[in-house]
């Protein structure tokens, strides 16, 4: 029997299936993220999340009367700002064309922990210059010494956060109810019937086309790199939601249930970030002292673990909470709104009283340890933090450690 040659259509079916009816990898995913950061510091600046945000907080209080910044810039023309709508529009398009987009409630006591968790995250980030991404990720990918301190600081954060969690949800256990579902997880699709799942692609598709045309819009107006920033917001938005890389899960499992992957994904993309912002910064590309922040060991030691804590709680970090605002969790929403709340203020607070010219000094590791030794450090920091997570995965796994 002569096998049937399969259409045009039934090929684009399949391949458009291959990327958004499935996750993709985390692992390979999260390289992707490293390159993209990579690219976005030869373009202009590292990734972060909390500068964008704090935008936005600036923006309610000063709205309200609270604060008069009269140089503030509005969300639209502030580059952390844009970066950050372009992520969360890039997220709710992978979510759209992905048939993963609802509108989500929480309960109660799960919206107050968003907002809890979202203001220890202002906080946290204004004291680290940095959220988890700005000021972990990417400064430890620019061989900066408080990098190292928030992560230290993230751990501990995230072990309190990880206690307070399993104990709250044995106490639901007890009480016969069920613990609430972790926004870690894919979201459920609609019914195959339904109009959701006919027209979430569609929306998703235009969404997209709508994102480049602002975009182009933006070049049109003279604020090309604004475009850009949009652009690369929107990339870093679909390869989250697709993949699923979640910072929380890498600080917060190993305390839970030992999953390692996605530990092990951030150590191999921080590793791919470092040597591309090393190779920038050596070649005189990028200034050496580029996202070295003042904020060893003091701040970022501080700063990460009330982050830590705060990201637990609240389900999300700086960008797990924006990604998964576009996939419609209101309790993220709530997370954001309050992350900016959180770090406009303690910003006002740091500057007024002058304690952010005391949370702690400018070490750039190659000025100590020289070139290689710095970039040698820190491969090896994610070496350890590969195997150890892998091992404390595989020790969880036996029953053999208990937390």
Same mark, same amino acid.
């Not at 023309?77 to 372009?86: F, T, W």
């Given at each position: 029997?002569?096998?049937?040659?399969? $259409?045009?259509?039934?090929?684009?079916?399949?391949?458009?299936?291959?990327?958004?009816?499935?996750?993709?990898?985390?692992?390979?995913?999260?390289?992707?993220? /490293?390159?993209?950061?990579?690219?976005?510091?030869? =373009?202009?600046?590292?990734?972060?999340?909390?500068?964008?945000?704090?935008?936005?907080?600036?923006?309610?209080?000063?709205?309200? %009367?609270?604060?008069?910044?009269?140089?503030?810039?509005?969300?639209?023309?502030?580059?952390?700002?844009?970066?950050?709508?372009? &992520?969360?529009?890039?997220?709710?398009?992978?979510?759209?064309?992905?048939? +993963?987009?609802?509108?989500?409630?929480?309960?109660?006591?799960?919206?107050?922990?968003? /907002?809890?968790?979202?203001?220890? #995250?202002?906080?946290?980030?204004?004291?680290?210059?940095?959220?988890n991404i700005g000021g972990f990720f990417s400064a430890l990918s620019a061989l900066s010494l408080s990098g190292v301190a928030m992560m230290a600081g993230?751990?501990?954060?995230? =072990?309190?956060?990880?206690?307070?969690?399993?104990?709250?949800? /044995?106490?639901?256990?007890?009480?016969?109810?069920?613990?609430?579902?972790?926004?870690? +997880?894919?979201?459920? @699709?609609?019914?195959? /019937?339904?109009?959701?799942?006919?027209?979430?692609?569609?929306?998703?598709?235009?969404?997209?086309?709508?994102?480049?045309?602002?975009?182009?819009?933006?070049?049109?107006?003279?604020?090309? @790199?604004?475009? #850009?920033?949009?652009?690369?917001?929107?990339?870093?938005?679909?390869?989250?939601?697709?993949?699923?890389?979640?910072?929380?899960?890498?600080?917060?499992?190993?305390?839970?249930?030992? +999953?390692?992957?996605?530990? @092990?994904?951030?150590?191999?993309?921080?590793? &791919? $970030? #470092?040597?591309?912002?090393?190779?920038?910064?050596?070649?005189?590309?990028?200034?050496?002292?580029?996202?070295?922040?003042?904020?060893?060991?003091?701040?970022?030691?501080?700063?990460?673990?009330?982050?830590?804590?705060?990201?637990?709680?609240?389900?999300?970090? %700086?960008?797990?909470?924006?990604?998964?605002?576009?996939?419609?969790?209101?309790?993220?929403?709530?997370?954001?709104?309050?992350?900016? &709340?959180?770090?406009?203020?303690?910003?006002?607070?740091?500057?007024?009283? +002058?304690?952010?010219?005391?949370?702690?000094?400018?070490?750039?590791?190659?000025?100590?340890?020289?070139?290689? %030794?710095?970039?040698?450090?820190?491969?090896?920091? #994610?070496?350890?933090?590969?195997?150890?997570?892998?091992?404390?995965?595989?020790?969880? %796994?036996?029953? &053999?450690?208990?937390?």
């Amino acid at each position: 029997m002569t096998p049937v040659s399969p $259409s045009f259509d039934s090929f684009l079916h399949d391949q458009y299936n291959k990327v958004f009816a499935r996750p993709w990898p985390v692992i390979p995913s999260a390289l992707v993220i /490293a390159a993209l950061n990579v690219f976005l510091f030869a =373009f202009d600046r590292p990734w972060t999340a909390s500068d964008g945000v704090r935008n936005w907080g600036d923006g309610l209080m000063q709205a309200v %009367g609270i604060i008069n910044q009269p140089d503030l810039l509005p969300p639209s023309l502030y580059s952390g700002s844009v970066l950050n709508l372009g &992520l969360i529009f890039g997220a709710l398009a992978a979510a759209l064309l992905s048939r +993963e987009f609802a509108v989500r409630p929480a309960p109660p006591n799960e919206l107050l922990k968003g /907002a809890l968790g979202g203001l220890l #995250m202002g906080l946290g980030a204004m004291l680290s210059f940095g959220c988890n991404i700005g000021g972990f990720f990417s400064a430890l990918s620019a061989l900066s010494l408080s990098g190292v301190a928030m992560m230290a600081g993230l751990y501990l954060g995230a =072990f309190a956060g990880a206690r307070f969690t399993i104990r709250e949800n /044995a106490r639901l256990i007890a009480a016969g109810q069920i613990p609430y579902l972790s926004t870690c +997880e894919a979201p459920p @699709r609609p019914a195959p /019937a339904s109009a959701a799942y006919r027209f979430q692609p569609v929306l998703g598709f235009l969404l997209l086309l709508t994102v480049v045309g602002a975009a182009s819009l933006y070049k049109q107006a003279g604020h090309a @790199r604004l475009g #850009m920033f949009l652009l690369f917001g929107a990339a870093f938005g679909v390869v989250f939601q697709r993949s699923r890389f979640c910072l929380v899960r890498a600080f917060r499992e190993p305390f839970m249930t030992g +999953e390692s992957e996605h530990a @092990r994904a951030g150590a191999l993309a921080l590793t &791919l $970030s #470092m040597i591309g912002f090393a190779i920038l910064k050596a070649s005189d590309l990028k200034d050496a002292g580029e996202w070295v922040f003042p904020s060893f060991w003091q701040g970022s030691l501080f700063g990460g673990t009330l982050f830590g804590f705060g990201m637990v709680i609240a389900g999300g970090c %700086g960008a797990g909470s924006l990604w998964r605002a576009g996939e419609g969790h209101i309790k993220l929403w709530i997370a954001v709104l309050f992350f900016a &709340l959180g770090a406009s203020a303690m910003r006002q607070l740091l500057v007024r009283t +002058e304690w952010i010219r005391r949370l702690g000094s400018a070490v750039f590791l190659p000025d100590e340890i020289g070139w290689v %030794g710095a970039a040698w450090s820190v491969v090896l920091l #994610m070496a350890l933090w590969y195997l150890l997570s892998g091992w404390n995965e595989q020790r969880k %796994g036996a029953g &053999l450690l208990k937390f």
